[in-house]
């Protein structure tokens, strides 16, 4: 029953390094989702991937980049981390648009630390 | 685009009482789509209710209700005979025509005493 599932659940990094953070769903859903939670803020979407092949920006594209592998993997690449990027990263995934009831479902998060 | 707006930063609440989260949102899509997510401090993300736009009944699920009041744009989570398990953050989210995209508020604090 693992849903979707991130790897790694924390990480530390230096300014300017570069990172994938990778991110599976087994419940063979189309779309898939990468937001940013920031303290005392809710999530912001970074990018999303409606459905296989294709890839749009959210509210907050800057520094990152994605790339769906397939229907089950959807990941987030950061090529210069900046202090900014620190954050806990979400992953999610949803059967269809927000017109049915099928809500995203979302893994347990990445806690990204850039000094 | 929508905006989602949880003017309650905390919130408290005794045991076994019910407690009203508030929600308004503004969108300019003409469909569009409601959610409440709850995030205990281990972190998760956990669905809880949806309320369709043209849904004519408030959405329930067990202890959640959604107060839907269009006219008004607000979605308030309405939490009855709260639980210890109850304290978290809670986050109103909304989706319109863009695909799947999800506009979350700020949160609400919720803490449950006993």
């Known amino acids: 029953n693992a849903g979707v599932t991130q790897t790694p659940k924390f990480q530390v990094l230096k300014t300017g390094q570069s990172m994938t953070l990778q991110c599976a769903q087994d419940m063979n859903h189309n779309s898939m989702y990468w937001y940013r939670q920031d303290p005392g803020m809710g999530l912001r979407l970074i990018y999303y991937s409606a459905s296989e092949g294709t890839t749009d920006k959210g509210e907050v594209p800057n520094g990152y980049n994605v790339s769906r592998l397939n229907k089950r993997e959807f990941s987030l690449r950061l090529e210069s981390a900046a202090p900014s990027q620190t954050s806990v990263y979400f992953c999610a995934s949803s059967d269809v648009g927000v017109f049915s009831n099928q809500p995203q479902h979302f893994g347990d998060g990445t806690r990204l630390s850039i000094l | ?114």
């Open chain 2, 1 to 114: 685009a929508q905006k989602i707006t949880q003017t309650q930063p905390g919130m408290f609440v005794q045991e076994k009482e019910a407690v009203t989260l508030d929600c308004t949102y503004d969108t300019s899509d003409p469909s569009y789509g409601l959610f409440w997510y709850k995030q205990p401090s281990s972190g998760e993300m956990i669905f809880l209710i949806y309320q369709g736009s043209y849904d004519q009944q408030n959405a329930t699920e067990g202890r959640y209700s959604l107060n839907f009041q269009k006219a008004r744009k607000s979605a308030n989570l309405v939490i009855s005979a709260s639980q210890l398990g109850d304290s978290a953050m809670y986050f109103c989210a909304a989706g319109g025509t863009s695909y799947g995209k999800l506009t979350f508020g700020q949160g609400t604090i919720l803490t449950v005493h006993p």
